[in-house]
């Protein structure tokens, strides 16, 4: 399966945390990534500017339709 040679690469990366997929039950096709790291860094610079990051496209990017927002979130800690 594509996504587990992805998941494989993002692991590996320097701040990875956590990822998970979920798949929506109300939007076929429809499916939300989240990916946790050390800091924003981690995955801007790190991730992005590796070639880890560019076998990741290869392997994920022709799926998007149209391409995902990114956005960045921190935890609120309560």
Do not use: N
Request: charged fraction near 25%; proline fraction near 3%; charge should be negative.
């Amino acid at each position: 399966m594509t996504f587990k040679k992805a998941s494989k690469i993002i692991s590996s990366m320097d701040g990875y945390l956590s990822h998970e997929l979920q798949k929506c039950i109300e939007v076929q096709g429809k499916y939300l990534l989240l990916v946790r790291w050390e800091t924003l860094e981690s995955h801007t610079v790190g991730f992005r500017s590796s070639a880890e990051y560019q076998e990741w496209k290869k392997l994920l990017h022709h799926f998007y339709e149209p391409f995902p927002t990114v956005e960045h979130f921190e935890e609120i800690k309560t």
